[in-house]
């Protein structure tokens, strides 16, 4: 296996609040390959959104992180200027997020938006900066794109808007794509369409790329591992198949029981055995052992780690199926 070209290890983050430190983030490693699809799945709160934002170097500014190391294609994340990593950012290394109508300028046309992003990054003149946005508007597959690279955001659709910010995010070509429940709120064919545009671009260019998701179906649909989170820990990770032939954490079988034919989303089901605890008070080795009907007291004991069980398949557990 060739290096990864996301690998974070050990990672740790707190947000110091008014009401207390948030430990958001305990100890989380992951790879990501070139090539790959690696979905990011669990309930909202468990970390995923931390996780892809102190990758890209931009948590926010009340997050602190208290160890670990993330490297990025050889460049180590965590102690890399601010310059390096606007350097990085857009070119190694892109995020799309949900809601790209408020993420666009509502004031500027999007082929302007588009021409921004090339312009940061190459010294292209008008002309060439014009014939690259319109090849990027095809990449994503917009029709007609002549015409729409002179739209205003309000003039298209949440899908095309969510096409325009996917052409952004690709337009220098970055070897990792993040992306942050890019379908959410879309209608489900559209959801479709915009995860199979992202999958066929990740595989022809080999990118890496992180899928952020709480829809395990979609997961299951469009990755080749999935990693399951849990209140700021990774509790499974394992290739697609694997997961979903034999998962070994209670909480992922949870999530397949409550979600029977992969229809479904996490968010249907978060009153399945309580909410997730308060990341604020003291925590239990395993964040899950209030959930947990396998709990016993061996679940108690200290340094929980992940482990692999098998090869390629990681588990935190100590009571696992
Ligand atoms: N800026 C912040 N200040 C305080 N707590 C935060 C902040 N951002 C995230 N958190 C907390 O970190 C945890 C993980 O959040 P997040 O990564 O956004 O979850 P997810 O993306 O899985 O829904 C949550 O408990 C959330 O409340
Ligand atoms: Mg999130």
């Excluded at 014009?130 to 990449?139: P, Y």
């Excluded at 003039?155 to 890019?182: H, K, N, T």
């Excluded at 915009?194 to 649909?221: C, F, G, P, Q, V």
């Amino acid at each position: 296996m060739p290096a990864p070209l996301l690998e974070i290890q050990k990672l740790s983050v707190e947000f110091r609040t008014r009401s207390g430190i948030v430990r958001a983030l305990e100890n989380i490693s992951m790879k990501v390959h070139r090539g790959e699809i690696v979905g990011v799945v669990g309930e909202s709160g468990s970390g995923k959104s931390v996780s892809a934002l102190t990758a890209m170097g931009i948590l926010d500014p009340a997050g602190h992180v208290t160890s670990g190391s993330i490297n990025l294609g050889g460049l180590e994340v965590l102690t890399a200027t601010e310059g390096v990593m606007q350097q990085t950012r857009g070119r190694q290394a892109s995020m799309i997020f949900q809601s790209p109508r408020t993420a666009l300028n509502p004031i500027r046309t999007v082929g302007k938006q588009i021409g921004d992003v090339l312009r940061r990054h190459e010294n292209a003149n008008r002309q060439t900066v014009r014939e690259a946005v319109i090849d990027a508007l095809k990449t994503v597959r917009i029709p007609d794109p002549e015409r729409r690279i002179d739209a205003f955001p309000f003039e298209m659709s949440g899908g095309m808007c969510q096409r325009i910010m996917i052409a952004m995010a690709l337009s220098c070509r970055p070897e990792l794509l993040i992306a942050d429940e890019p379908t959410t709120g879309l209608d489900v064919t559209t959801q479709a369409a915009i995860m199979d545009l992202i999958r066929d671009l990740s595989k022809e260019r080999n990118m890496a790329t992180m899928l952020i998701t709480h829809d395990l179906a979609m997961a299951a649909d469009y990755c080749d591992r999935i990693v399951v989170m849990h209140a700021g820990h990774v509790v499974e990770n394992a290739s697609t198949e694997d997961l979903f032939e034999a998962p070994r954490h209670p909480y992922t079988a949870k999530l397949m029981k409550a979600t029977p034919h992969g229809e479904g989303s996490l968010d249907d089901i978060e009153s399945i055995a309580g909410g997730l605890p308060d990341l604020r008070g003291e925590l239990p080795p395993c964040r899950f052992s209030g959930r947990c009907d396998r709990f016993e007291e061996i679940c108690s004991t200290p340094d929980l780690t992940l482990d692999e069980v098998s090869e390629g398949h990681f588990l935190s557990c100590r009571k696992p199926l």
